[in-house]
């Protein structure tokens, strides 16, 4: 990847279930270092686009590329550059939420200083008292927060968040803006979706505004 190549790309990628068109032709690019946020009403189409980047969601047509790498084609090289964090998070029936960021950290050859990491992450987000405790047993709130610790305890080249604000506080959302805002530094990009005028109005450099599967606005922000 030399320095002009977008950290993430697609290029025509729409998405069809049977006869409903989710996503028409989306061409995206984002830079490294880059935050991008998606807005847009319900069923206009950021979580469609959000599963098929990450390629959860096989797209119908067009190409996604991930540091360069062709997620369909080169899905092992890609993935290890990419972390996603969707909307309803799926966990393992067998193990804890410390086994969870451990199974994570492992899977990416990141477990050096990962005790450490866990803790403050942990804490900070209040589940430090339950993470010897399964998933399946906490609420919807904690769940989500739960998905959104498996996506920062790895570093990532490209996030994926959908909708990660919609489970935190005002204290919780400070800490996710300042974690972000920390990886844009270390040049790490960000697509997110989110209702949320914090995120926006402190991390955008660009905002997306989808309407019915296709971008309507793409607007450069003055992130504070």
């Not at 959000?50 to 190409?63: A, E, H, R």
């Not at 972390?83 to 410390?98: G, M, N, Q, S």
């Not at 005028?197 to 992130?223: K, W």
Request: charged share 20%; aromatic share 6%; net charge negative.
């Amino acid at each position: 990847m030399t320095p002009t190549t977008p950290a993430l790309q697609t290029i025509g990628l729409t998405k069809k279930f049977k006869d409903f068109q989710a996503l028409y032709p989306i061409d995206l690019s984002i830079a490294p270092g880059e935050l991008v946020v998606l807005q847009g009403h319900n069923g206009s189409g950021k979580t469609t686009l959000l599963n098929c980047i990450s390629y959860l969601l096989p797209p119908t047509t067009g190409n996604i590329k991930v540091m360069g790498f062709d997620i369909i084609k080169q899905e092992k090289e890609a993935r290890e550059h990419l972390a996603y964090v969707p909307d309803v998070p799926r966990f393992f029936l067998e193990l804890t939420a410390w086994e969870h960021l451990r199974f994570i950290a492992a899977a990416n050859s990141t477990l050096d200083g990962f005790d450490q990491r866990a803790e403050k992450l942990l804490k900070d987000f209040g589940l430090w008292h339950v993470r010897e405790h399964f998933p399946h047993h906490f609420s919807r709130g904690m769940r989500l927060k739960l998905g959104l610790l498996l996506g920062l305890i790895r570093p990532s080249n490209v996030l994926l968040l959908d909708e990660p604000t919609s489970a935190l506080d005002t204290q919780g959302t400070e800490l996710l803006v300042e974690e972000l805002q920390r990886r844009k530094e270390q040049g790490s990009s960000i697509l997110l979706s989110s209702h949320s005028p914090q995120l926006t109005s402190q991390l955008a450099d660009r905002t997306l505004e989808l309407v019915e599967g296709r971008i309507a606005s793409d607007s450069s922000t003055l992130a504070s």
